[in-house]
């Protein structure tokens, strides 16, 4: 079945430390997003790619970085600049351009020691 | 500038009960409408979608929404609730060419037997 892969699911970052979030998918879709999930905040966009070797700054764009070299992959890595990085991470894609997501991963939970 | 409110953070239903989570909207243009459901640490799913045909929607596992352009409301109802829609639920809007797409900051449901 094709789908996103999220990995790792569960990730511990040490203060000063970039950690990058991997996400991949089989799904042949042109768009990937990623997503940062906060208690009572919904889902906020952090980065998004439409093609391959392209990608734009969501809403919160700022501590994070991406690249898109792969159509099927798009990690993120969410650097020492990220003051708070501790939140549940999404992956999504989506055959359509914009920024509306059809697919999702199962997350990465990122904490800090 | 589009958003939508979603009312009630939480919200406690019987088993067989009538499911009703609310969403508004703001949009200075006809918006598409859509509702995604959360399990516990996983992904997001996309339960329906209104793209300005049938102001009735029906989506997946009973779920069906009325889009009400005099009331900016697009809330998504189930006739009977069964314990395996205790979930979040995210209330989304789009303009038309989906370059604006944001969500709402969720509605937990819980079912109680």
């Known amino acids: 079945d094709g789908g996103i892969t999220q990995s790792p699911k569960y990730l511990f970052r040490k203060e000063g430390q970039n950690v990058t979030l991997s996400c991949e998918q089989n799904?042949?879709?042109?768009?990937m997003y990623w997503y940062r999930q906060d208690p009572g905040q919904g889902l906020r966009l952090i980065y998004y790619s439409q093609i391959v070797n392209d990608f734009q700054k969501g809403d919160i764009a700022e501590g994070y970085s991406v690249s898109r070299e792969k159509k099927e992959s798009f990690p993120l890595t969410v650097t020492s600049a990220q003051k708070n990085p501790t939140a549940f991470y999404l992956c999504?894609?989506?055959?359509?351009?914009?920024?509306?997501?059809?697919?999702f991963g199962d997350g990465t939970r990122l904490s800090i020691l | 500038a589009q958003s939508v409110t979603q009312l009630g953070s939480h919200v406690s239903v019987s088993e067989g009960a009538l499911v009703l989570l609310r969403c508004n909207y703001s949009s200075s243009v006809p918006p598409y409408l859509f509702w995604y459901v959360q399990y516990p640490n996983q992904g997001l799913q996309l339960l329906l979608k209104?793209?300005?045909?049938?102001?009735l929607v029906k989506g997946i596992n009973g779920f069906e929404a009325e889009f009400k352009k005099s009331e900016t409301s697009f809330h998504l109802t189930k006739p009977s609730a069964h314990m395996s829609d205790a979930a979040e639920y995210f209330c989304a809007v789009s303009d038309a060419t989906g370059n604006q797409f944001y969500f709402g900051t969720g509605t937990s449901l819980t079912v109680i037997p």
């Open positions: 209104y793209t300005s045909a049938a102001t």
């Open positions: 799904l042949n879709h042109d768009a």
């Open positions: 999504a894609s989506s055959t359509s351009g914009g920024r509306q997501p059809q697919h």
